[in-house]
């Protein structure tokens, strides 16, 4: 308890979740998490803590900058249980602050003897203390929602990471001489100017094919990802909905016509990218 009584020297931590409270308010300790949301939370944490709370205590709402109505700032003492990703070491004991729902009777939730997930970064010089990386990102731990992670934080540091979409940089479709037959090649701007290329296949009498070549290689034999990976989520969650009309390089309306085509092709192959609502 003795830490409770220290809530002052928080106060500059206060004012950061402060701002991270405006981005999203109710998704702590939601455990329906989508796919996107947790690859979004663990991509910007370094630390990926499986923890128990040990004890909590509620800071006064005038040092609670930004806080939503319905709910409180909570300052939390917890016990680390294990560390599922990181780059930076962490103690046995965290301190952190989390903005949480009051219940149905106004009352502040109780987290006591509760373990939890957090999607964190450290506080420079305050050792012990970590700082939720948004309001979502301490969810309740379920063995579960740790299965459903795993593979992501073990894509997000492999060798061969998709890099980050940014949009789309040129379309080319061209007829075949079978009628029915075509080929669509679209071109990817990624984050780190990696290239990335789409290719749709179509052939008379058959199903359109369509794959994706995380290299320099145009690889006509490339699969689509499988839904729920990080490949997919690059595309599903990064890409326009429509192809933009100046990434067509032809100026034949028919070519333009099939790129628009087989671009809502793939769109739809894809399906979307569902995010928890904030």
Not at 94 to 100: A, E, K, S
Not at 257 to 271: C, N, P, S, T
Request: proline share 7%.
């Amino acid at each position: 308890m003795k830490s409770l009584t220290i809530l002052a020297s928080l106060a500059l931590a206060s004012a950061s979740v402060g701002a991270l409270a405006q981005q999203a308010q109710s998704q702590s300790m939601q455990t329906g998490s989508t796919y996107a949301d947790l690859v979004e939370l663990a991509e910007r944490a370094p630390l990926v803590i499986r923890a128990e709370v040990r004890d909590q205590a509620r800071v006064k709402a005038e040092r609670a900058p930004g806080l939503a109505p319905g709910h409180a700032r909570l300052y939390v003492e917890a016990q680390t249980r294990s560390l599922l990703a990181g780059t930076v070491p962490v103690g046995e004991s965290l301190r952190y602050l989390v903005d949480l729902p009051l219940t149905a009777k106004g009352k502040v939730p109780k987290l006591k003897k509760q373990e939890v997930l957090l999607f964190a970064r450290p506080v420079a010089g305050r050792p012990g203390e970590i700082q939720l990386v948004d309001m979502g990102a301490q969810m309740r731990y379920d063995p579960a929602l740790e299965a459903r992670l795993r593979p992501i934080l073990a894509e997000l540091v492999a060798s061969n990471t998709p890099p980050i979409i940014t949009g789309v940089s040129e379309a080319l479709a061209v007829e075949g001489t079978l009628v029915g037959e075509s080929e669509t090649q679209l071109f990817l701007d990624t984050e780190s100017d990696g290239p990335v290329s789409v290719t749709i296949v179509r052939r008379p009498g058959q199903a359109p094919r369509w794959g994706v070549s995380w290299t320099e290689i145009v690889d006509q034999s490339a699969s689509a990802p499988q839904r729920n990976t990080l490949a997919w989520y690059r595309l599903a969650c990064s890409l326009p909905q429509t192809l933009p009309a100046d990434a067509v390089l032809s100026q034949d309306d028919a070519a333009r016509e099939l790129a628009q085509r087989d671009y809502a092709f793939v769109i739809e192959e894809l399906g979307p990218c569902e995010r928890s609502p904030a």
